[in-house]
Nanobody, 121 residues
Framework: QVQLAESGGGLVQPGGSLRLSCAAS????????MGWYRQAPGKGRELVAR???????DYADAVKDRFTISRDSAKNTIYLQMNSLKPEDTAVYYC???????????????WGQGTQVTVSS
């Protein structure tokens, strides 16, 4: 079974920074995409940033130039460095991975349990 372990959420003042981490379990054949989504109260889940297996990154317009996604492929881990945080960044952040668990399987999506990020003075 694939598990995604998230860490790094918390409470921060506007203008501050946080770094999220997401580690996928090691028994995976291939990871195609890993990324972060978020869901604010009363809103739908939206893409924040993702990184594709070739290293290409993709960001939501709302976080471009403030957030940076990176990865450590050897550890099946991604990071989200969040700078210049704003109150509107407050949400539960979910890690997502699209992967092939074993040879011969198709691609499946997996989700972490979510980590709360609150930006408030």
């Amino acid at each position: 079974q694939v598990q995604l372990a998230e860490s790094g959420g918390g409470l921060v003042q506007p203008g501050g920074s946080l770094r999220l981490s997401c580690a996928a379990s090691r028994n995976i054949f291939a990871i195609k995409v890993m990324g972060w989504y978020r869901q604010a109260p009363g809103k739908g889940r939206e893409l924040v940033a993702r990184i594709i297996s070739g290293g290409i990154t993709d960001y939501a317009d709302a976080v471009k130039d403030r957030f940076t996604i990176s990865r450590d492929s050897a550890k099946n881990t991604i990071y989200l460095q969040m700078n210049s945080l704003k109150p509107e960044d407050t949400a539960v952040y979910y890690c997502n991975a699209r992967l092939i668990r074993v040879v011969g399987d198709g691609e499946d999506d997996y989700w972490g349990q979510g980590t709360q990020v609150t930006v408030s003075s």
